[in-house]
């Protein structure tokens, strides 16, 4: 089983989004049993709070559910998850100090580095929440294409192997 969880500021807004992305399309590829989803924030102002209503609506627009309530990510989450994806770069140095071993900052990685449209001018996923709504389309359309993309990567490296 792969181990992947998404990571942004607050887990109410970009990484539920990730989050229930990656879930709808692990269930379309029906692939449960390979690949487990979840999602955390950096900060905790949010634990247990649901993703943010804006988020939501645009998710439900397009036909995805986003799951669950928002998880303060904490170095004991390093040993549940093989993958660790930052949605920025204040968040992947967030989670580079909070790792404690190599082996551990091996899993952090940029989310958008599997991202087909990244340069390296534009590899974050923006935070939208003191926007307007044109910034969850936005995050949207990013977490839709690179998880479209690290669930493709992700099958392959474990075919690869087998
Ligand atoms: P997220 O967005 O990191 O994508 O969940 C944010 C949510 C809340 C705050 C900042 C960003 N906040 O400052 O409360």
């Known amino acids: ?6 990571v942004c500021l607050g887990n109410i807004c ?3 989004t990730a989050h229930g992305v990656m879930e709808h399309l692990v269930r379309e590829r029906g692939v449960g049993d390979l690949i487990a989803v979840g999602s955390a924030g950096t900060g905790g102002w949010h634990v247990g ?17 986003l799951p669950g309530v928002a998880e303060h ?5 390093f040993a549940r998850y093989d993958h660790v994806l930052a949605m920025d770069r204040s968040n992947l140095e967030s989670l580079r100090s909070l790792a404690r071993t190599r082996e551990e900052r091996a899993k952090v990685q940029l ?19 003191y926007g307007g709504p044109e910034g969850f389309e936005l995050v949207f359309d990013m977490c839709e294409r ?17």
């Open 1 to 6: 089983m792969i181990q992947v969880c998404f």
């Open 14 to 16: 970009r990484s539920p």
């Open 49 to 65: 709070a649901r993703p943010d209503r804006r988020a939501q609506e645009t998710a439900l627009r397009r036909g995805f559910a």
């Open 73 to 77: 990510f904490m170095a004991a989450d």
């Open 111 to 129: 989310f958008r580095a599997y991202d087909p449209e990244a340069t390296p001018d534009d590899d974050e996923v923006p935070d939208p929440y």
């Open 146 to 162: 690179t998880c479209a993309a690290l669930l493709a990567e992700l099958l392959r490296g474990r075919h690869s192997r087998s």
